[in-house]
């Protein structure tokens, strides 16, 4: 049988890049998948697809509840919503710091306790967090961002002491620089695409981006019984940024 045959899971941010990507992973390995997304119109059969807004607790438990229903359970969560911003400390009003935390940070506190319920059903539960190497990468124009990042990080480690004695596994990865519509966003803004496109691949050591489907596995392997003595840790999946 397929690893995670049996298996449920629900991935936030499901219908785009690296949310997407694992999506389809942990279905091809054989878990029945619920993706949880703004807009989650375009997520392809198998998956299924379920309207929430993270930052929006009351149909974050909705949807919650209606993955579970439809998929029999939850084994596993990934909480991979997120959203990005650009700036200094002086550059971000206080309401954008609250909406950027609202959904980077506090969407991840309301869908792991929307969910707790279920994963302490499961016999073999994971989360796994999207956090980013700006968690401690300290890179420039990025404060606001960073500190969501920080906060995932420090959120991730001190959940996987807490719920460790529910037998349930928290973990996060830090994708680098990923090939997404994220980034294809970002650079749709710059004044000359390609060549800032050249210049995110010149800070690559491995000479290319990271992309989704590496992140997607990297994120498919902390949430699978494999990585069943891993928990509190953070995988790099950067072409080497952070590491060298
Ligand atoms: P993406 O924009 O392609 O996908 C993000 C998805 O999240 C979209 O489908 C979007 O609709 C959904 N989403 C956004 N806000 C939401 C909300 N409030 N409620 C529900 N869904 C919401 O981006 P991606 O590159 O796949 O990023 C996914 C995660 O990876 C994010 O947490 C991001 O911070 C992280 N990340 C990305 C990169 C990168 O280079 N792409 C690097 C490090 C970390």
Redesign the pocket.
């Known amino acids: 049988a397929p690893e995670l045959a049996g298996s449920t899971a629900v991935v936030?941010?499901?219908?785009?890049?690296?949310?997407?990507a694992t999506a389809r992973l942990l279905s091809a390995r054989g878990a029945r998948v619920a993706c949880?997304?703004?807009?989650p119109d375009g997520v392809p059969d198998p998956l299924i697809g379920i309207r929430?807004?993270?930052?929006d607790d009351d149909a974050v438990r909705t949807a919650v509840e209606q993955a579970a229903r439809l998929l029999g359970g939850i084994d596993i969560l990934v909480n991979?919503?997120?959203?990005?911003a650009q700036g200094t400390i002086e550059d971000n009003p206080d309401d954008e710091w609250r909406r950027v935390f609202d959904?980077?940070v506090f969407?991840i506190v309301r869908t792991t306790r929307a969910a707790l319920p279920h994963l302490r059903r499961s016999s073999h539960a994971a989360i796994v967090n999207?956090?980013?190497?700006?968690a401690t990468a300290g890179l420039p124009d990025r404060a606001l961002?960073s500190a969501t990042?920080g906060a995932v990080l420090s959120l991730t480690r001190a959940t996987a002491a807490d719920l460790v004695h529910d037998g349930i596994r928290v973990n996060c990865v830090?994708?680098?620089?990923?090939?997404?519509?994220?980034?294809a966003?970002l650079l749709d803004r710059a004044d000359d695409p390609e060549a800032e496109r050249a210049a995110l691949t010149a800070r690559q050591p491995l000479g290319r981006l990271?992309t989704?489907d590496e992140?997607a596995a990297a994120i498919a392997y902390l949430a699978s019984p494999l990585s069943g003595s891993t928990t509190g840790t953070d995988l790099a999946v950067d072409g080497g940024m952070s590491g060298l």
Not at 130 to 134: H, L, N, V
């Open positions: 936030t941010g499901g219908a785009s890049g690296i949310g997407l949880l997304d703004l807009e929430a807004d993270v930052s991979n919503a997120g959203i990005g959904v980077n969407g999207t956090c980013s190497i700006a961002y990042k830090n994708p680098g620089t990923a090939d997404t519509p994220w980034i966003r990271v989704a992140v």
